[in-house]
T-cell receptor, first 115, second 114 residues
Framework: AQKITQTQPGMFVQEKEAVTLDCTYD???????LFWYKQPSSGEMIFLIY??????QNATEGRYSLNFQKARKSANLVISASQLGDSAMYFC????????????FGQGTRLTINP | NAGVTQTPKFQVLKTGQSMTLQCAQD?????MYWYRQDPGMGLRLIYY???????DKGEVPNGYNVSRLNKREFSLRLESAAPSQTSVYFC?????????????FGNGTRLTVT
């Protein structure tokens, strides 16, 4: 069974610092995709970044990058130069290709950026 | 750009009452989903519809039914609401379950069952 683990319930970071949010996963499917979503206090779910299991390079989207370590089954989100608006819940999620309809989420990490 | 629209935004039910949560998307996506979000548990899949005319159970389908009315609309019905169904419900859509296609979410429905 696929499983996503986010071990940091909460993190506090100073504005402008970089922050790494951890995500580990468990799957026996060789083909899968990893997603990160942001959920601000207003409640909507915002897609941030995607990494495919066969992608040779780590994904990047603006200030977001994904530190993908396939052998360790980890897909950590790195936010560079954090901003106050980055304060939110962050969810890691995985979709196995053989179960393409099912996107499974981790429990989330609440990130707070301090001024 | 409407994206995924859910109604209502808030609802309070008494135990045993029924209701239907509505969801519509205008992105011509084939796949649609219903998730529930509870504190400390992330999002859990209730039902999904891979394409018009098909529906399948997710992780937590008990107590719910769904209808894929057409390509745009996917509704979630609670036949006899229970306090355990107090949650925030999200509808989402994506291109046809492709590995790299993200889910696009509605803004959620906050349901309280007393």
């Amino acid at each position: 069974a696929q499983k996503i683990t986010q071990t940091q319930p909460g993190m506090f970071v100073q504005e402008k610092e970089a922050v790494t949010l951890d995500c580990t996963y468990d799957t026996s499917d060789p083909s899968y995709g990893l997603f990160w979503y942001k959920q601000p206090s207003s409640g909507e779910m915002i897609f941030l970044i995607y990494q495919g299991s066969y992608d040779q390079q780590n994904a990047t989207e603006g200030r977001y990058s994904l530190n993908f370590q396939k052998a360790r089954k980890s897909a950590n989100l790195v936010i560079s130069a954090s901003q106050l608006g980055d304060s939110a819940m962050y969810f890691c999620a995985m979709r196995e290709t053989r179960r393409a309809q099912k996107l499974v989420f981790g429990q989330g990490t609440r990130l707070t950026i301090n001024p | 750009n409407a994206g995924v629209t859910q109604t209502p935004k808030f609802q309070v039910l008494k135990t045993g009452q029924s209701m239907t949560l509505q969801c519509a998307q205008d992105m011509n996506h084939n796949s649609m989903y219903w998730y529930r979000q509870d504190p400390g548990m992330g999002l859990r899949l209730i039902y999904y519809s891979a394409s018009e005319g098909t529906t399948d159970k997710g992780e937590v389908p008990n107590g719910y039914n769904v209808s894929r009315l057409n390509k745009r609309e996917f509704s979630l019905r609670l036949e006899s609401a229970a306090p355990s169904q107090t949650s925030v419900y999200f509808c989402a859509s994506s291109e046809a379950g492709l590995g790299d296609s993200p889910l696009h979410f509605g803004n959620g429905t906050r349901l309280t069952v007393t």
